[in-house]
């Protein structure tokens, strides 16, 4: 499920964030489930401060994928 992730560039991998639309499609999963796993499962992301934007680190997820 996660190979995607691990055929980044590994500049790419260095903290610029990763908007949710691309973690959608790179997982192949829903929303609903991302949003699961941010509430209940401790998938890592940041929130924009004053907003509801969720951005992610394709390291930290690459970490959290392979510890589940």
Do not use: A
Request: charge should be positive; proline fraction near 3%.
């Amino acid at each position: 499920m996660f190979s995607l992730i691990e055929n980044i560039d590994e500049n790419k991998k260095e903290y610029s964030p990763v908007g949710m639309t691309n973690v959608l499609t790179e997982l192949n999963i829903s929303y609903s489930t991302l949003y699961r796993w941010c509430k209940y499962k401790g998938f890592p992301h940041y929130r924009v401060q004053g907003s509801n934007k969720k951005l992610f680190n394709r390291e930290k997820i690459q970490e959290w994928l392979e510890n589940q």
